[in-house]
């Protein structure tokens, strides 16, 4: 696997950022000027914001004026957010906003487009339909990436004339305040697509991780899934509360893995004692292949979460209001803490 080295593993990091501290990115990726996003969600309105505040045109598509006038207000508090945390400065928000137009006509957002973002539901018809769509309407030659977080992408490239200008570029919730974006190619998608999909990533200020090929929930979710099947299935045993599990995971891989990743870890703990560990702990593990009973059930009652007021825990606004708020904060920090380290010093 090579030998460990701090400067090799962030020398990558170091130039997506080389402009992250910047609150307008000058230079445009060649050949790219405007970007079609589509979908309005938290994932939708944020690279809207993103795309925008690195200089682009952006065309923001949503099936209503309701669902564009809540993609835009998602837009207007990342600008607050930014702006109060200085990393906009104050009044650059309304150039930002400027460069967003809305549209409820798929065809008219994707028409001529550069580039397209795809960030509808996690339904395969509906993202198939999208790029056909996108096929049709954007320039030849448009790069097409999906934002999806679990489907195959060779299912959606499969309906594609030109799949070679596919790809999926992964961001993370909320994209304004995550670094990380995993940039996954089909076996048709040409190097030269993979290379402009990692430059425009690089162009937002974010950190491109390429993968070497296409795998259901590329690298984070397969990770955050086998942590969260285990987890559940604490709770379900009776082993432990949700709120002690949370805890424990907080304070002790929260905290080792924002230093160390889990392989690093590995090598510094003793690869000796992981192995020692595995071959206990391994054979007792959750190897469900489903959600877990815990999941669907809160899921068939209706319970999804903050979205609804209770999922596994109980929201009330007050207390969903200060975790949100909380959260920020300690993403905002991290964003901070994060560019400064991976960008390159200056004089």
């Known amino acids: ?47 809207a914001f993103l795309a925008a505040r690195a200089g682009y045109a952006v065309r923001l598509f949503g099936r209503s004026e309701q669902s564009i006038q809540r993609g835009l207000a998602g837009v207007d508090r990342a600008i607050v957010l930014y702006e109060d945390s200085g990393l906009l400065a104050q009044g650059g928000g309304e150039a930002l906003k400027g460069r967003i137009t809305g549209h409820t006509r798929m065809e008219d957002a994707l028409n001529g487009v550069d580039m397209v973002v795809e960030a509808l539901a996690e339904d395969v018809e509906i993202k198939r339909a999208a790029f056909l769509t996108a096929e049709q309407c954007a ?46 190619p089909v076996p048709a998608t040409l190097p030269s697509v993979l290379e402009l999909g990692e430059s425009w990533v690089r162009s937002l200020g974010r950190v491109p991780l390429r993968l070497n090929r296409e795998v259901e929930g590329f690298i984070v979710n397969r990770l955050q899934c086998a942590c969260l099947r285990e987890a559940l299935h604490i709770v379900e045993s009776g082993w432990a509360s949700a709120e002690t599990v949370d805890a424990a995971v907080r304070y002790s891989l929260g905290r080792r893995y924002y230093s160390t990743g889990p392989l690093e870890t590995a090598d510094m703990g003793g690869l000796d004692i992981f192995c020692a560990l595995m071959a206990s702990v391994a054979p ?56 400064q380290e991976i960008s390159p010093a200056t004089d």
């Open 284 to 339: 007792t593990l959750d190897a469900a292949a489903g959600p877990g009973t815990l999941l669907a059930d809160s899921v068939a009652r209706g319970d999804l979460g903050v979205k609804t007021g209770k999922g596994l825990y109980d929201w009330p606004p007050e207390v969903l209001a200060a975790r949100r708020a909380n959260r920020e904060k300690s993403l905002i920090d991290f964003l901070r803490r994060d560019t």
């Open 1 to 47: 696997m090579g030998v460990y080295s701090k400067k090799g593993e962030t020398a990558q990091l170091k130039t997506a950022t080389a402009h992250a501290k910047q609150e307008v990115f000058a230079m445009h990726v060649q050949g790219i000027a405007t970007v079609a996003c589509l979908g309005t969600g938290t994932m939708g309105h944020g690279l």
């Open 139 to 184: 320039r030849s030659g448009a790069l097409l990436a999906t934002n999806t977080s679990g489907i195959r992408l060779s299912s959606l490239a499969a309906v594609l004339a030109r799949p070679e200008y596919f790809l999926a570029t992964h961001f993370f919730n909320p994209p304004h305040l995550m670094l990380p974006v995993e940039i996954c």
